[in-house]
């Protein structure tokens, strides 16, 4: 089964929009402020045919990749075709989120000279795939990541442990009084301690 959402993520990347702009992007192709309803899209919710035509004008979508939307698997073509380095994509990802200041320390770390972060970010230079356990605790993943099959710089969720303690804890907050005193029972027997 084609997984339409995740082809719809593949092309707002590969034309270069930012990540926190997907959700944005999809409203403004929907022509309305339904974020919640972006979001179920990119994540989900199967477009309605007039939603689709929207996306397809306003991405905008040439007619091959129209089709490949919801007909092909389009991460795997790109594989088989060799237009996509998954390991090198998800590290991309990950030196993104990396400050100016700290490229040093995350190039001591992983064992490379620091001229190679500028070589990486042009692609001129590939990292080196035997550097993938050292990454993941640098930016401290969890171990049961894959760096060459998981599509974590095409994924809307949280990805290193801090994020996701940060989406729990905004998330949470965000829950109105009514929620909160409905759903206490449950945290308190969830985050009791061992």
């Known amino acids: ?3 339409w959402s995740l082809n719809l993520r593949y092309l707002l990347w590969k034309k270069d929009i930012p990540q926190d702009n997907w959700v944005k992007k999809i409203v403004e192709c929907l022509n309305s402020d339904n974020y919640q309803r ?24 040439t007619e091959d990749e129209y089709m490949g939307l919801m007909n092909i698997d389009l991460i795997e073509l790109a594989k088989v075709e060799q237009d996509l ?12 989120k990396i400050s100016s200041g700290e490229k040093g320390k995350f190039t001591a770390y992983i064992n490379a000279d620091i001229s190679n972060f500028s070589k990486w970010k042009k692609k001129t230079q590939k990292p080196a795939r035997n550097k993938q356990t050292i990454v993941k605790k640098y ?3 969890s171990s049961d990541i894959n760096l060459e099959q998981d599509l974590l710089f095409l994924s809307l969720d949280p990805i290193s442990i801090e994020e996701k303690r940060q989406w729990i804890c905004n998330s949470v907050n965000n829950l109105n009084s009514n929620t909160i005193q409905e759903l206490f029972p449950a945290f308190k027997r969830l985050l009791k301690d061992p």
């Open 85 to 96: 380095d998954v390991w090198q994509e998800n590290f991309l990802f990950l030196l993104e």
């Open 1 to 3: 089964m084609i997984d």
């Open 139 to 141: 930016f401290n993943l």
């Open 38 to 61: 972006a979001e179920k899209i990119l994540r989900e919710l199967k477009p309605s045919v007039q939603e689709l035509e929207n996306i397809k004008k306003n991405i905008p979508l």
